[in-house]
């Protein structure tokens, strides 16, 4: 039977569009439109209900520590600035273990350089008049030697396609980790310089007639104290 009711031909229901009088105020609103709209106001409504209720509930006697370092700013709750958090050796430790990380990865990364730059062969004090290709597996091996015994020499046409990719790619990871370095270095000198800066004693900056080697970067003088 129920193979027959599917087998009829029924009239498609279709939910009718905004009349000609009312296009003024958009598309007309459908069941499943409604259904969103009516749970958001619903779920608004509750968030009240509930609010209210812990509001007429409350112990008057109670005390939280925000009631104090908190204050409210358009109605909204802000709590106090907490640049003042750690003391001045905290600080300096922070700093401390900040420049040792620092310091780490640009030691990392020249060691990763180092090695890169042996295996490409593109030390500027160590010219090499033969240049060392690496290969993955024995059928690229096979076929450099098969491009090289043709002509005796290996020319740059008859290097393998993958092989002139992957070559540009490590000379691109070379050129990329040596500007990470650089910029590595540049920070660990200005968080060098501001730990000095934190450190007691008298210090001025100088001007740039005063300084020897002219520079962007200030230049500090400590006073000169006398050690016992």
Not at 144 to 166: A, E, H, T, W, Y
């Amino acid at each position: 039977m129920s193979s027959l009711r599917n087998a009829i031909s029924r009239r498609a229901h279709k939910e009718r569009a905004q009349p000609q009088s009312r296009k003024k105020f958009g598309l007309l609103e459908k069941h499943k439109d409604y259904v969103v709209r009516a749970r958001a106001f619903h779920k608004k409504e509750e968030a009240l209900r509930k609010l209210k209720e812990k509001a007429a509930f409350r112990n008057p006697d109670e005390f939280y520590f925000k009631m104090i370092k908190t204050k409210t700013v358009d109605g909204v709750h802000r709590p106090e600035s907490q640049a003042n958090k750690y003391t001045p050796e905290e600080l300096m430790l922070m700093k401390t273990q900040d420049i040792g990380y620092i310091l780490q990865k640009v030691q990392s990364e020249k060691k990763k350089i180092e090695k890169l730059t042996a295996m490409l062969h593109s030390l500027d004090d160590r010219p090499s008049g033969n240049h060392v290709y690496y290969v993955e597996d024995k059928e690229e091996a096979k076929e450099m030697q098969s491009s090289s015994s043709k002509n005796g020499k290996l020319s740059f046409k008859d290097i393998p396609d993958n092989i002139k990719r992957k070559t540009a790619a490590s000379y691109r990871e070379l050129e990329a980790r040596k500007s990470r370095v650089n910029d590595l270095e540049k920070i660990y000198m200005d968080m060098s310089l501001q730990k000095e800066l934190q450190k007691k004693g008298k210090k001025r900056k100088l001007r740039e007639d005063e300084t020897v080697c002219p520079s962007s970067k200030p230049v500090y003088k400590w006073r000169s104290e006398r050690k016992r």
